[in-house]
Each structure stands twice: as structure tokens, then as C-alpha cells.
């Protein structure tokens, strides 16, 4: 808004008919397009007098390449990192919480530089959605490997059948008798099956089949997210672009 020290009674100021704002031909902004210049004619009121004054209005859009370069790329490269993480074997902790920790870190990172280049407003922005979405994407894949991790490390109890001989398992009994004469005899006791295979053998096996199934399901969770993840992400994709530039 330009402004002038003398009254409406010795000056008026007017804009001109023809091209009234003229902009630098090279002038560029960084963030920011300028799309139109609006002037208007406007007066202020003082206890000394009137004043007339000239404004100009410029409306700007942003730029949305380089939000693109800056925001949106790296941040959907983050998202794309953690999910690496599925992929690794669930018995490499190490490299799966690094890897969960510093991309959780990245992201909040990018997202407090992103925030700082912003003026502050009362309402939800493009940008606040979008880093609000990779950053819940970030830290989901590093509880999904909480969960795996604690399925894969939890011991069940073996079935109560592994205690207790089936009428077909052969039962090998040994009694020691006491005879007068103050001599031990050994009287061996065998119950003979229609099952030849030995009962150590099928009690092992049903603990191994018994106690292998939480590290299945370990393993399923895992498979899953290699595709659940990278479909929730597109499906928000498809969401949030035609929502936001439409």
C-alpha cells in the first residue's frame, strides 16, 4: 500500500490505465507463483485529514514442483526405506530397529524443516496430511516388527497329550522287586502297540509341530506387509492428489 503525506484536498493518487503494476521480467520466486495483481483505490482517515492511497493485491499459488522436489519425494523415499524392514529375517533385530528408529527419526526430522519454511495457521494444510500419513506409515512398519519379533520369541506351553501316553504308544516300565534273600531283581514291563515308532520320538515331534506354529504366523505377518503397506500407501495416494489439485 503506497502512501502520501499530503490530503485528498492537494493530492489524489490514480492508478494508470495501462499496465498499473510492472513486474520484473525475471522475477522468480522459489516457492511461489504469481498468478494476478489486483489495484484498487483507497482512502485513510486521520485527525489531521483524509488521505489517499493506492493498493495493490498479488495473488500467489505455490509452486508445486518444488514442494515435489523438496517435500514430497524424499519423504515418499522414507516411507518406501522402512518397508524394507519386511523383507529382512525376523531373527536380525539389529538391522530391523536401526533401520525402524532412523527412518522414524528422518521423517520427524523432514517434517519439523518443512513445518519451519511455513507460516503458522490455525488450519490443516496439504502438507500437514501428507506428513501426518508417512509418518504414521514410518511407525506402523516399525510396531508391525514389535508384534513379529514378540510372536517369534514367544514360548507356548506343549500339549497336555505329550505327557500322557496314547493306548497305541508303547509303555516301557522298569520295577525293581526285593526278594527275601536280599537280592534285587529287575522285572521289565513292556506294553506292546500296533505303532512300531518309539514314544520319544512322537512326543519331540508334536512339540516341534506345536511350538513352530507362532513363528509361522511370524512369518505370515510379514508377507502380508510386504504387500499391505505399499497398497494402503497407494490407495492414500490416490486419494490425497485429486483431493488437494482438483
Known amino acids: 500500500m503506497l502512501k502520501i503525506s499530503k490530503t485528498t484536498s492537494e493530492l489524489n493518487l490514480k492508478w494508470s490505465e495501462e499496465n498499473p503494476v ?30 489517499s492511497c493506492l493498493k495493490a493485491e498479488f495473488n500467489l499459488q505455490r509452486s ?6 523438496q517435500s514430497y519425494l524424499p519423504t515418499v523415499l522414507i516411507v518406501v526405506i522402512s518397508w524394507v524392514s519386511f523383507w529382512l529375517d525376523v531373527e536380525a533385530i539389529p538391522a530391523r530397529i536401526t ?13 519439523s524443516g518443512i513445518q519451519s519454511n511455513l507460516p503458522p495457521v490455525s488450519y490443516v494444510k496439504a502438507i500437514d496430511v501428507w ?8 511407525f506402523t512398519a516399525l ?6 519379533n514378540y510372536l517369534w520369541r514367544k514360548r507356548r506351553a506343549s ?12 509303555l516301557r ?4 522287586k526285593e526278594e527275601r534273600n536280599g537280592t534285587k531283581k529287575v522285572v521289565k514291563l513292556q506294553q506292546e502297540s500296533d505303532d512300531d515308532e518309539p514314544v520319544e520320538e512322537k512326543n519331540t515331534q508334536r512339540v516341534k509341530t506345536y511350538g513352530g506354529t507362532h513363528k509361522i504366523e511370524a512369518k505370515r505377518i510379514d508377507q502380508l506387509c510386504r504387500t499391505g503397506f505399499p497398497v494402503l500407501f497407494l490407495i492414500f495416494n490416490i486419494c490425497y492428489w485429486p ?3 482438483i
Do not use: R, W
Not at 510396531?143 to 513379529?148: G, I, N, W
Not at 500339549?159 to 508303547?170: G, L
Open 64 to 69: 508445486i514442483g518444488y514442494h515435489l522436489v
Open 243 to 245: 483431493y488437494y489439485l
Open 99 to 111: 533401520l525402524g528408529v532412523t527412518t522414524l527419526l528422518t521423517i520427524s526430522s523432514k517434517s
Open 143 to 148: 510396531l508391525e516388527f514389535t508384534f513379529v
Open 159 to 170: 500339549p497336555p497329550n505329550t505327557k500322557v501316553a496314547d493306548e497305541n504308544i508303547s
Open 22 to 51: 510492472n513486474l520484473f521480467e525475471k522475477l522468480k520466486l522459489p516457492q511461489f507463483e504469481i498468478k494476478s495483481v489486483n489495484t484498487s483505490l483507497c482512502s485513510e482517515k486521520f485527525h489531521i485529514g483524509e488521505y
Open 131 to 138: 506428513m501426518g500419513a508417512c509418518t504414521t506409515f514410518v
Open 173 to 176: 516300565m522298569y520295577e525293581e
